[in-house]
């Protein structure tokens, strides 16, 4: 079951979990998300304030905002701890609900779809992953979660964020047979090629390359707060790096590129500590669950615009 925490649930468990009730009353943080294995959790507390979650630890900003990402195997419960720039301290313990992801076998496979095998293919897998890598160590001050997400492209979903995948096959370049094992880190949703795909949330292009190995026609796009959209085997690209793009805005269209099946858009979404240099703890949620997160209404005029290309001024 999705558990969603609705915003401002701690405000009664502030004064109850405050280390020391003589001291002046602690601002109670108000957070939301939702509270299951790939989820997300965002919090509003006082600028400065330093968050724990686990082993993650964050400065909240001017904003006072942070997003802490729930792993695949979150363990429950999980403490998340402020402490405020005065010294006060809340703490809370989260209950988080566990998932229950299927495991599939999947025979007759072509390997050169599971891992590159030739010296040419590991050569553009090499070159792509030191392209992805050097995207993910860039970071942009957007809104994050406050609109909420929306699907990015029409069609059914054909294979969900979660389930463990035992490849079997055999490769159609070398004749040689494969078996792997992996864990599917996106949202698939089946489409045509052609088929458009829209922001799903605003934020800004950190990478827009046509051409890589695994993913073919790849989009990042950085929500704020560590979060970043990642949209693969596109067959166009109609934004460029740099561009900044509102919630429903056109980003291209479908495709069949890179190591694929069939047509689809593959959908994941990384969580990165910003405040950790280190890229090796980051890890991806499960893009479903942040449809359920509610807008945050900010005062500020938010609109839509599902005409008008990522690439126009």
Known sequence: MVQTLVFGIFMAWAGLWAHDSSLTAVPAPNCAGVLNQGGLVVCDGPAGSQWEMGAERQTAGADGRVLFGLARNAASPTSLRMLTPTGLTTEFQLEIATRTDPFRVIEELDCDKVDARTPEQRDHAGR??????????????????????????????????????????????????????????????????????????????????????????????????????????MSKLDTRVGAEVRQGMKLGEVGNTGRTTGPHLHWAVKWRNPDREDRSGDFYIDPALLLGLPAITTGESETQDTEVSATDP
């Open 128 to 233: 792509s992953w030191l392209i992805k890598q050097a995207a993910f160590d860039i970071f942009n001050i957007g809104p994050g979660v406050r609109q909420g997400f929306i699907l990015p492209a029409e069609g059914p979903p054909s294979s969900p964020f979660g389930p463990e995948r035992k490849y079997i096959g055999v490769s159609a370049v070398t004749g040689e047979p494969c078996e792997k094992v992996s864990v599917h880190r996106g949202y698939d949703i089946a489409a045509p090629v052609g088929t458009p795909i829209h922001a799903p949330a605003a934020g800004t292009i950190i990478l827009a390359d046509p051409d890589l190995y695994y993913e073919g026609g790849t989009i990042f796009l950085d929500h704020g707060g560590g979060l970043v959209s990642v949209f693969m085997h």
